[in-house]
Nanobody, 122 residues
Framework: QVQLVESGGGLVQAGGSLRLSCAAS???????MGWFRQAPGKEREFVAA????????NYAGSVKGRSTISRDNAKNTVYLQMNSLRPEDTAVYYC????????????????WGQGTQVTVSS
């Protein structure tokens, strides 16, 4: 049974930090992993992605410089450290596994978690 389980979301004040985690099971972990988010009334958008080795990372412009994606392959877990959070970062955050070695395109991700809510108050 494939599972991607996100955790670490919550309510935080603007300027604060959160670390999201995503634990994977029941699937091969040696592909790119990514984080995406969806705010109410908006399309799901790319946030960050990382290759199997961690040697390649990619970030959306809106989070670049404030967020860091990382992974622990021994634990089948991917992380998203988010700093200097802004109200516009409020969204449900999803982790996903790609079917490619490198990807930031949602259509190239074939396994998705259920999401974790991040709310940033002003």
């Amino acid at each position: 049974q494939v599972q991607l389980v996100e955790s670490g979301g919550g309510l935080v004040q603007a300027g604060g930090s959160l670390r999201l985690s995503c634990a994977a099971s029941g699937l091969t972990f040696n592909y790119a992993m990514g984080w995406f988010r969806q705010a109410p009334g908006k399309e799901r958008e790319f946030v960050a992605a990382i290759s199997w080795s961690g040697g390649w990372t990619n970030y959306a412009g809106s989070v670049k410089g404030r967020s860091t994606i990382s992974r622990d392959n021994a634990k089948n877990t991917v992380y998203l450290q988010m700093n200097s959070l802004r109200p516009e970062d409020t969204a449900v955050y999803y982790c996903a596994r790609s079917n490619r070695a490198y990807s930031n395109t949602p259509s190239e991700y074939n396994y998705w978690g259920q999401g974790t809510q991040v709310t940033v108050s002003s």
